[in-house]
T-cell receptor
Framework: GEEVAQTPKHLVRGEGQKAKLYCAPIKGHSYVFWYQQVLKNEFKFLISFQNENVFDETGMPKERFSAKCLPNSPCSLEIQATKLEDSAVYFC????????????FGDGTRLSIL | KNEVEQSPQNLTAQEGEFITINCSYSVGISALHWLQQHPGGGIVSLFMLSSGKKKHGRLIATINIQEKHSSLHITASHPRDSAVYICAVRSGATNKLIFGTGTLLAVQP
């Protein structure tokens, strides 16, 4: 597609439950990035992929967060045993295989942990 | 201190005014993004620049690499320009973005 598609738009989970978010990058884009926006405008980088390979995972909380980008499937970000502090908007962005290309953002998934 | 600082944090303008939002950064970068986030939450990439100046409609973005500073200008501002404007720098070998804390712009008719 020509837009980064994130699903679902909203996700509500009870504390301790699992949450799984999906991202379909723009067709032809090789890089996928996940960012977490908490409070007003605090964005935190989580993880990036080059095709199906993890490119940079320096922002990922190791214990409960995992992510995948498998061929012919949307990328996913999964949070096990969710905590209240995981409540945030999770944005996915994709870009082409070039340093000169901008990142294109999806509309985000708002995750609410109750 | 944040690696990317924006000013002002909040800005209220009257319709038609010329607006400037500033961004300073302290890390080495390969490019700088200006992003727009509307109340609904979606993020639109306005500009990506690594040198000089870019213009799109009423929006102008400039960057001074030596001074580690960028500005976003809006000419003839309109209420529909009301949004959060975010500066984000691309840093490091993996192209991840480091974000500023945003500028909330309200343009009043």
């Amino acid at each position: 597609g020509e837009e980064v598609a994130q699903t679902p738009k909203h996700l509500v989970r009870g504390e301790g439950q699992k949450a799984k978010l999906y991202c379909a990058p723009i067709k032809g884009h090789s890089y996928v990035f996940w960012y977490q926006q908490v409070l007003k405008n605090e964005f935190k980088f989580l993880i990036s992929f080059q095709n199906e390979n993890v490119f940079d995972e320096t922002g990922m909380p190791k214990e409960r967060f995992s992510a995948k980008c498998l061929p012919n499937s949307p990328c996913s970000l999964e949070i096990q045993a969710t905590k209240l502090e995981d409540s945030a908007v999770y944005f996915c962005a994709s870009s082409q295989l070039s340093d000169n290309q901008p990142q294109h953002f999806g509309d985000g998934t708002r995750l609410s942990i109750l | 201190k944040n690696e990317v600082e924006q000013s002002p944090q909040n800005l209220t303008a009257q319709e038609g005014e010329f607006i400037t939002i500033n961004c300073s950064y302290s890390v080495g970068i390969s490019a700088l993004h200006w992003l727009q986030q509307h109340p609904g939450g979606g993020i639109v990439s306005l500009f990506m620049l690594s040198s000089g100046k870019k213009k799109h409609g009423r929006l102008i973005a400039t960057i001074n690499i030596q001074e580690k500073h960028s500005s976003l200008h809006i000419t003839a501002s309109h209420p529909r320009d009301s949004a959060v404007y975010i500066c984000a720098v691309r840093s490091g070998a993996t192209n991840k973005l480091i974000f500023g804390t945003g500028t909330l712009l309200a343009v009043q008719p």
